[in-house]
Protein backbone atom coordinates (compact mmCIF):
# COMPACT_ATOMS: atom_id res chain seq x y z
CA UNK A 1 0.00 0.00 0.00
CA UNK A 2 1.64 3.03 -0.81
CA UNK A 3 1.21 6.74 0.92
CA UNK A 4 0.47 9.58 0.26
CA UNK A 5 -0.25 13.11 1.58
CA UNK A 6 -2.24 16.10 -0.07
CA UNK A 7 -0.89 19.54 -0.60
CA UNK A 8 -3.58 21.93 -1.04
CA UNK A 9 -3.14 25.88 -2.00
CA UNK A 10 -6.04 27.72 -2.88
CA UNK A 11 -10.33 28.38 -2.83
CA UNK A 12 -12.71 26.29 -1.03
CA UNK A 13 -13.55 24.30 -4.35
CA UNK A 14 -10.19 22.51 -4.51
CA UNK A 15 -10.08 22.09 -0.63
CA UNK A 16 -13.22 20.20 -1.59
CA UNK A 17 -11.31 18.35 -4.82
CA UNK A 18 -8.76 17.68 -2.42
CA UNK A 19 -10.93 15.87 -0.57
CA UNK A 20 -12.49 14.05 -2.81
CA UNK A 21 -9.72 12.89 -4.41
CA UNK A 22 -8.11 11.13 -1.42
CA UNK A 23 -11.68 9.39 -1.44
CA UNK A 24 -11.00 8.06 -4.82
CA UNK A 25 -7.15 7.03 -4.26
CA UNK A 26 -8.16 5.59 -0.93
CA UNK A 27 -10.42 3.15 -2.52
CA UNK A 28 -7.99 1.86 -4.86
CA UNK A 29 -5.38 0.88 -2.35
CA UNK A 30 -3.62 4.32 -1.55
CA UNK A 31 -3.26 5.47 2.10
CA UNK A 32 -3.24 8.86 3.43
CA UNK A 33 -0.30 9.88 5.37
CA UNK A 34 0.47 13.17 6.86
CA UNK A 35 4.17 12.08 8.34
CA UNK A 36 5.65 9.24 6.37
CA UNK A 37 4.78 9.37 2.46
CA UNK A 38 6.45 8.25 -0.69
CA UNK A 39 4.11 10.80 -3.07
CA UNK A 40 3.19 14.24 -2.63
CA UNK A 41 0.03 15.36 -4.71
CA UNK A 42 -0.05 18.76 -5.21
CA UNK A 43 -3.78 20.44 -5.94
CA UNK A 44 -2.42 23.77 -7.43
CA UNK A 45 -3.54 27.17 -7.64
CA UNK A 46 -2.69 30.06 -10.20
CA UNK A 47 -5.64 33.06 -9.13
CA UNK A 48 -1.95 35.17 -8.40
CA UNK A 49 1.59 35.13 -9.33
CA UNK A 50 2.23 34.49 -5.76
CA UNK A 51 0.42 31.46 -5.52
CA UNK A 52 1.88 29.99 -8.62
CA UNK A 53 5.43 30.74 -7.39
CA UNK A 54 4.25 29.21 -4.05
CA UNK A 55 3.20 25.87 -5.68
CA UNK A 56 6.41 25.76 -7.76
CA UNK A 57 8.84 25.98 -5.32
CA UNK A 58 7.15 23.62 -3.38
CA UNK A 59 7.17 21.31 -6.09
CA UNK A 60 11.05 22.08 -6.62
CA UNK A 61 11.21 21.30 -2.95
CA UNK A 62 9.04 17.86 -2.62
CA UNK A 63 11.36 16.68 -5.43
CA UNK A 64 14.40 17.52 -4.10
CA UNK A 65 13.11 15.70 -1.06
CA UNK A 66 13.11 12.44 -3.09
CA UNK A 67 9.74 12.13 -2.99
CA UNK A 68 7.29 11.26 -5.99
CA UNK A 69 5.52 14.38 -7.43
CA UNK A 70 1.71 14.18 -8.72
CA UNK A 71 0.62 17.45 -10.02
CA UNK A 72 -3.24 18.41 -10.49
CA UNK A 73 -5.40 21.69 -10.05
CA UNK A 74 -6.00 24.94 -11.65
CA UNK A 75 -1.84 25.43 -12.61
CA UNK A 76 -1.98 22.31 -14.53
CA UNK A 77 -4.26 23.75 -17.34
CA UNK A 78 -2.73 26.97 -17.35
CA UNK A 79 0.91 25.87 -17.95
CA UNK A 80 3.00 23.38 -19.36
CA UNK A 81 4.00 21.85 -15.95
CA UNK A 82 5.45 18.74 -17.53
CA UNK A 83 8.21 20.62 -19.17
CA UNK A 84 9.04 22.55 -16.01
CA UNK A 85 9.46 19.45 -13.82
CA UNK A 86 10.06 16.66 -16.14
CA UNK A 87 9.93 13.79 -13.27
CA UNK A 88 6.67 14.62 -12.14
CA UNK A 89 3.57 13.06 -12.51
CA UNK A 90 0.68 15.56 -14.20
CA UNK A 91 -2.79 14.43 -13.32
CA UNK A 92 -6.09 17.01 -14.84
CA UNK A 93 -8.83 17.38 -12.48
CA UNK A 94 -11.24 15.77 -15.11
CA UNK A 95 -9.14 12.64 -15.11
CA UNK A 96 -9.96 12.57 -11.24
CA UNK A 97 -13.53 13.21 -11.33
CA UNK A 98 -13.63 10.48 -14.47
CA UNK A 99 -11.96 7.99 -11.92
CA UNK A 100 -14.20 8.70 -8.89
CA UNK A 101 -17.09 7.87 -11.02
CA UNK A 102 -15.97 5.01 -12.44
CA UNK A 103 -15.41 3.92 -9.21
CA UNK A 104 -19.16 5.26 -8.07
CA UNK A 105 -17.97 7.94 -5.93
CA UNK A 106 -20.12 10.55 -6.67
CA UNK A 107 -19.54 12.79 -3.65
CA UNK A 108 -17.41 12.87 -0.01
CA UNK A 109 -17.73 11.59 3.25
CA UNK A 110 -15.64 12.78 5.65
CA UNK A 111 -14.03 16.52 5.22
CA UNK A 112 -10.52 15.99 7.35
CA UNK A 113 -8.93 18.40 9.35
CA UNK A 114 -12.05 20.37 9.20
CA UNK A 115 -15.11 21.36 11.62
CA UNK A 116 -17.47 22.05 8.85
CA UNK A 117 -17.57 20.49 5.60
CA UNK A 118 -17.33 21.94 2.07
CA UNK A 119 -19.31 20.56 -0.30
CA UNK A 120 -18.76 21.70 -4.02
CA UNK A 121 -22.11 22.60 -6.04
CA UNK A 122 -20.82 24.04 -9.34
CA UNK A 123 -17.95 24.24 -10.59
CA UNK A 124 -16.80 26.86 -13.59
CA UNK A 125 -17.04 30.19 -14.45
CA UNK A 126 -18.08 32.21 -17.53
CA UNK A 127 -17.58 35.91 -15.81
CA UNK A 128 -14.51 36.80 -17.46
CA UNK A 129 -13.49 39.84 -15.30
CA UNK A 130 -10.80 41.79 -16.90
CA UNK A 131 -8.35 40.74 -14.55
CA UNK A 132 -9.31 37.00 -13.51
CA UNK A 133 -6.78 33.88 -14.86
CA UNK A 134 -10.53 31.42 -13.24
CA UNK A 135 -12.40 31.16 -16.26
CA UNK A 136 -9.43 30.00 -18.74
CA UNK A 137 -8.80 27.22 -15.83
CA UNK A 138 -12.22 26.11 -14.66
CA UNK A 139 -13.96 26.40 -18.11
CA UNK A 140 -17.82 26.44 -18.48
CA UNK A 141 -20.26 26.46 -15.51
CA UNK A 142 -21.37 22.94 -14.51
CA UNK A 143 -23.51 22.59 -12.36
CA UNK A 144 -24.42 19.39 -9.75
CA UNK A 145 -27.50 18.06 -9.58
CA UNK A 146 -30.03 18.79 -6.41
CA UNK A 147 -30.61 15.10 -5.49
CA UNK A 148 -26.48 14.78 -5.52
CA UNK A 149 -25.77 17.22 -3.66
CA UNK A 150 -28.44 16.42 -0.66
CA UNK A 151 -27.63 12.96 -0.74
CA UNK A 152 -23.36 14.01 -0.15
CA UNK A 153 -24.53 16.11 2.40
CA UNK A 154 -26.77 13.74 3.92
CA UNK A 155 -23.87 11.03 4.06
CA UNK A 156 -21.45 14.08 6.03
CA UNK A 157 -24.26 14.34 8.60
CA UNK A 158 -24.32 10.52 9.23
CA UNK A 159 -20.48 11.56 9.64
CA UNK A 160 -21.39 14.04 12.34
CA UNK A 161 -20.53 16.78 10.69
CA UNK A 162 -23.03 19.71 11.91
CA UNK A 163 -22.28 22.50 9.71
CA UNK A 164 -21.88 22.33 5.63
CA UNK A 165 -20.28 25.36 3.52
CA UNK A 166 -22.17 25.17 0.18
CA UNK A 167 -18.94 26.45 -2.32
CA UNK A 168 -18.26 26.33 -5.88
CA UNK A 169 -16.18 28.67 -8.89
CA UNK A 170 -19.69 30.86 -9.02
CA UNK A 171 -22.05 29.95 -6.35
CA UNK A 172 -24.54 31.82 -7.72
CA UNK A 173 -23.97 30.20 -11.48
CA UNK A 174 -25.59 27.11 -9.91
CA UNK A 175 -28.14 25.81 -12.97
CA UNK A 176 -27.61 28.17 -15.26
CA UNK A 177 -26.74 25.07 -17.30
CA UNK A 178 -29.43 22.56 -16.02
CA UNK A 179 -31.91 24.85 -15.34
CA UNK A 180 -32.09 23.83 -11.87
CA UNK A 181 -32.80 26.76 -9.35
CA UNK A 182 -30.78 28.00 -6.71
CA UNK A 183 -33.79 28.28 -4.46
CA UNK A 184 -34.74 24.93 -4.73
CA UNK A 185 -31.83 24.02 -3.58
CA UNK A 186 -31.59 26.11 -0.81
CA UNK A 187 -34.80 25.48 0.45
CA UNK A 188 -34.12 21.12 0.19
CA UNK A 189 -30.93 21.73 2.28
CA UNK A 190 -32.38 23.18 5.30
CA UNK A 191 -34.89 20.56 5.24
CA UNK A 192 -32.33 17.79 5.73
CA UNK A 193 -32.54 15.96 8.85
CA UNK A 194 -29.32 16.14 11.34
CA UNK A 195 -28.09 19.02 9.88
CA UNK A 196 -27.51 22.19 12.06
CA UNK A 197 -26.69 24.79 10.00
CA UNK A 198 -25.33 25.77 6.00
CA UNK A 199 -23.17 28.69 4.73
CA UNK A 200 -22.13 30.16 1.69
CA UNK A 201 -18.86 30.34 0.73
CA UNK A 202 -19.12 33.21 -1.87
CA UNK A 203 -21.69 34.81 -4.00
CA UNK A 204 -21.54 38.04 -6.19
CA UNK A 205 -23.87 40.57 -5.61
CA UNK A 206 -25.90 40.36 -9.06
CA UNK A 207 -27.22 37.10 -8.20
CA UNK A 208 -28.98 38.15 -4.33
CA UNK A 209 -32.10 39.20 -5.88
CA UNK A 210 -34.69 40.06 -3.93
CA UNK A 211 -36.37 35.96 -4.02
CA UNK A 212 -32.83 34.48 -2.89
CA UNK A 213 -32.31 37.19 -0.28
CA UNK A 214 -36.02 36.12 0.94
CA UNK A 215 -35.20 32.33 0.41
CA UNK A 216 -32.54 32.36 2.93
CA UNK A 217 -34.06 34.55 5.12
CA UNK A 218 -36.63 31.72 5.57
CA UNK A 219 -34.14 28.84 5.66
CA UNK A 220 -34.09 28.77 9.67
CA UNK A 221 -30.51 26.51 9.44
CA UNK A 222 -28.56 29.28 6.75
CA UNK A 223 -26.05 31.03 8.90
CA UNK A 224 -26.63 35.14 8.17
CA UNK A 225 -23.36 35.93 6.95
CA UNK A 226 -22.30 36.86 3.20
CA UNK A 227 -19.21 37.21 1.55
CA UNK A 228 -19.56 39.46 -1.32
CA UNK A 229 -16.80 40.11 -2.96
CA UNK A 230 -16.29 44.18 -4.04
CA UNK A 231 -13.21 44.18 -5.72
CA UNK A 232 -13.23 47.80 -5.91
CA UNK A 233 -15.21 51.51 -4.56
CA UNK A 234 -15.14 53.25 -7.61
CA UNK A 235 -17.38 52.58 -10.80
CA UNK A 236 -14.75 53.55 -13.31
CA UNK A 237 -12.44 50.80 -12.13
CA UNK A 238 -15.10 48.24 -11.86
CA UNK A 239 -16.37 48.87 -15.23
CA UNK A 240 -12.04 47.98 -16.34
CA UNK A 241 -12.32 45.05 -14.53
CA UNK A 242 -15.70 44.03 -16.10
CA UNK A 243 -17.62 43.79 -13.03
CA UNK A 244 -21.08 44.22 -13.83
CA UNK A 245 -22.11 46.84 -11.39
CA UNK A 246 -21.39 50.26 -9.89
CA UNK A 247 -20.86 50.85 -6.47
CA UNK A 248 -24.48 52.24 -5.65
CA UNK A 249 -25.80 49.41 -7.12
CA UNK A 250 -24.15 47.27 -4.72
CA UNK A 251 -24.22 49.25 -1.83
CA UNK A 252 -27.88 48.99 -2.20
CA UNK A 253 -28.01 45.13 -2.29
CA UNK A 254 -26.15 45.26 1.04
CA UNK A 255 -28.82 47.46 2.37
CA UNK A 256 -31.67 45.05 1.28
CA UNK A 257 -29.87 42.19 2.91
CA UNK A 258 -29.21 44.20 6.28
CA UNK A 259 -33.21 45.44 6.28
CA UNK A 260 -34.20 41.44 5.52
CA UNK A 261 -32.22 39.90 7.68
CA UNK A 262 -31.47 42.28 10.65
CA UNK A 263 -28.29 40.72 12.68
CA UNK A 264 -26.19 39.68 9.58
CA UNK A 265 -22.88 39.88 8.58
CA UNK A 266 -20.32 40.91 5.57
CA UNK A 267 -17.12 39.93 4.16
CA UNK A 268 -15.69 40.77 0.64
CA UNK A 269 -13.15 40.42 -1.67
CA UNK A 270 -11.10 44.21 -2.47
CA UNK A 271 -8.87 44.57 -5.28
CA UNK A 272 -5.94 47.22 -4.96
CA UNK A 273 -3.14 48.45 -7.34
CA UNK A 274 -5.52 47.28 -10.91
CA UNK A 275 -4.15 49.37 -14.01
CA UNK A 276 -5.39 53.13 -13.91
CA UNK A 277 -6.61 53.18 -10.48
CA UNK A 278 -5.81 57.00 -8.87
CA UNK A 279 -5.59 57.53 -5.60
CA UNK A 280 -9.30 59.11 -6.22
CA UNK A 281 -10.16 55.76 -7.05
CA UNK A 282 -8.59 53.89 -3.90
CA UNK A 283 -10.12 56.92 -1.89
CA UNK A 284 -13.99 55.72 -2.96
CA UNK A 285 -13.08 52.34 -2.09
CA UNK A 286 -11.81 52.96 1.70
CA UNK A 287 -15.15 54.96 1.68
CA UNK A 288 -16.45 51.51 0.90
CA UNK A 289 -15.10 49.64 3.49
CA UNK A 290 -16.26 52.13 6.04
CA UNK A 291 -19.92 52.59 4.92
CA UNK A 292 -20.69 48.94 4.13
CA UNK A 293 -19.45 47.83 7.63
CA UNK A 294 -17.34 44.40 6.59
CA UNK A 295 -16.38 42.05 9.27
CA UNK A 296 -13.04 40.89 7.37
CA UNK A 297 -11.60 42.32 3.93
CA UNK A 298 -9.53 39.89 2.05
CA UNK A 299 -7.14 42.28 0.47
CA UNK A 300 -5.21 41.45 -2.77
CA UNK A 301 -2.84 43.26 -5.19
CA UNK A 302 -3.56 42.90 -8.73
CA UNK A 303 -1.56 40.16 -10.12
CA UNK A 304 -1.18 40.54 -13.92
CA UNK A 305 -2.38 37.04 -16.23
CA UNK A 306 -0.76 37.26 -19.60
CA UNK A 307 -3.79 35.83 -21.34
CA UNK A 308 -6.59 37.94 -19.58
CA UNK A 309 -7.82 41.46 -21.26
CA UNK A 310 -6.02 43.36 -18.16
CA UNK A 311 -2.79 42.25 -19.35
CA UNK A 312 -2.63 44.66 -22.13
CA UNK A 313 -4.00 48.04 -19.47
CA UNK A 314 -2.26 51.19 -19.63
CA UNK A 315 -0.75 53.10 -16.29
CA UNK A 316 0.18 50.26 -13.89
CA UNK A 317 0.35 51.02 -10.90
CA UNK A 318 4.08 50.79 -9.52
CA UNK A 319 4.24 48.07 -6.54
CA UNK A 320 5.19 50.49 -3.98
CA UNK A 321 2.47 52.35 -4.32
CA UNK A 322 0.13 48.85 -4.22
CA UNK A 323 1.84 48.37 -0.98
CA UNK A 324 1.27 51.41 1.01
CA UNK A 325 -2.12 51.11 -0.45
CA UNK A 326 -2.80 47.41 0.52
CA UNK A 327 -1.20 47.99 3.94
CA UNK A 328 -3.75 51.28 4.07
CA UNK A 329 -6.78 49.22 3.04
CA UNK A 330 -5.78 46.35 5.71
CA UNK A 331 -5.29 48.81 8.69
CA UNK A 332 -8.62 50.39 7.60
CA UNK A 333 -10.26 47.30 7.38
CA UNK A 334 -9.22 45.69 10.95
CA UNK A 335 -10.47 48.87 12.28
CA UNK A 336 -13.81 48.31 11.03
CA UNK A 337 -14.28 44.68 11.75
CA UNK A 338 -13.16 45.37 15.42
CA UNK A 339 -15.94 47.89 15.79
CA UNK A 340 -18.36 44.78 13.74
CA UNK A 341 -17.43 42.63 16.17
CA UNK A 342 -18.14 44.70 19.30
CA UNK A 343 -21.40 44.82 18.24
CA UNK A 344 -22.32 41.44 18.98
CA UNK A 345 -20.80 41.76 22.69
CA UNK A 346 -23.84 40.89 25.17
CA UNK A 347 -25.99 39.15 22.34
CA UNK A 348 -26.53 35.26 22.17
CA UNK A 349 -25.04 33.46 19.14
CA UNK A 350 -24.10 30.06 18.77
CA UNK A 351 -20.86 28.96 18.29
CA UNK A 352 -19.23 25.83 16.21
CA UNK A 353 -16.25 24.96 17.96
CA UNK A 354 -13.44 23.81 16.40
CA UNK A 355 -10.14 23.57 18.35
CA UNK A 356 -8.16 24.71 21.73
CA UNK A 357 -6.09 27.89 21.26
CA UNK A 358 -3.80 28.13 24.47
CA UNK A 359 -6.12 27.77 26.80
CA UNK A 360 -9.59 28.83 25.12
CA UNK A 361 -11.88 26.84 22.70
CA UNK A 362 -12.22 28.48 19.48
CA UNK A 363 -15.12 28.49 16.99
CA UNK A 364 -17.28 30.88 15.07
CA UNK A 365 -20.47 31.68 15.88
CA UNK A 366 -23.31 31.57 12.66
CA UNK A 367 -22.65 34.97 12.08
CA UNK A 368 -18.87 33.89 11.06
CA UNK A 369 -17.16 36.01 14.19
CA UNK A 370 -14.54 34.28 15.87
CA UNK A 371 -15.04 33.38 19.21
CA UNK A 372 -12.92 32.18 22.10
CA UNK A 373 -14.72 30.27 24.95
CA UNK A 374 -12.84 30.11 28.13
CA UNK A 375 -14.28 26.69 29.81
CA UNK A 376 -12.97 23.65 31.27
CA UNK A 377 -15.55 21.59 29.22
CA UNK A 378 -14.72 19.31 26.98
CA UNK A 379 -16.04 21.06 23.72
CA UNK A 380 -14.65 20.29 20.87
CA UNK A 381 -17.14 19.42 17.66
CA UNK A 382 -20.16 20.73 19.69
CA UNK A 383 -22.52 23.95 18.86
CA UNK A 384 -22.69 26.09 22.21
CA UNK A 385 -24.92 28.99 22.69
CA UNK A 386 -23.01 31.60 24.77
CA UNK A 387 -23.58 35.25 25.55
CA UNK A 388 -19.81 37.32 24.64
CA UNK A 389 -18.82 39.37 27.34
CA UNK A 390 -15.54 41.71 25.54
CA UNK A 391 -13.27 41.73 22.94
CA UNK A 392 -9.72 40.10 22.91
CA UNK A 393 -6.27 40.44 21.38
CA UNK A 394 -4.45 36.96 20.47
CA UNK A 395 -2.25 35.92 17.88
CA UNK A 396 -3.03 39.23 15.58
CA UNK A 397 -6.62 38.53 15.72
CA UNK A 398 -9.44 40.42 17.42
CA UNK A 399 -12.05 37.33 19.47
CA UNK A 400 -15.01 37.46 21.22
CA UNK A 401 -14.65 36.38 24.63
CA UNK A 402 -16.95 34.88 26.48
CA UNK A 403 -17.11 32.59 30.44
CA UNK A 404 -20.99 32.58 29.15
CA UNK A 405 -22.70 29.28 27.76
CA UNK A 406 -26.44 29.05 28.51
CA UNK A 407 -28.41 25.74 28.87
Known sequence: MRRIKFFTFGCKANQYDTQLFSEVLSKIGYEIDR?????????????????ENEVKRLIRKTIDDKKEVWITGCLVEKDNLKAIFP??????????????????????????????AFVKIVDGCENFCSYCIVPYVRGKISSRSISEIVDEIKALVENSYKEIVLTGIDVGGFGKDTGQSLKKLFEQVNEIEGLYRFRLSSIEVYYLTDEIIQTLRNCWKFCPSFHIPLQSGSDRILKLMKRPYTYDGY????????DVFGDVTLTTDVMVGFPEETEKDF?????????????KIHVFPFSLHPQTQAASFDRRVPECVKKERLKMLVKNGEDVAKEVKSGFIGKKCKVLVEEKIENYWFGYSEYYVPVLVDSSEELKGTIVSVIPEKLIEMKNNTYLYTRTILP
Open 35 to 51: YNYEIAIINSCCVTKKA
Open 87 to 116: TAKILSREGFYKMAKSLGVYGIKKFLGHAR
Open 251 to 258: RKRIEKIK
Open 283 to 295: EKTLRAVNECRFL
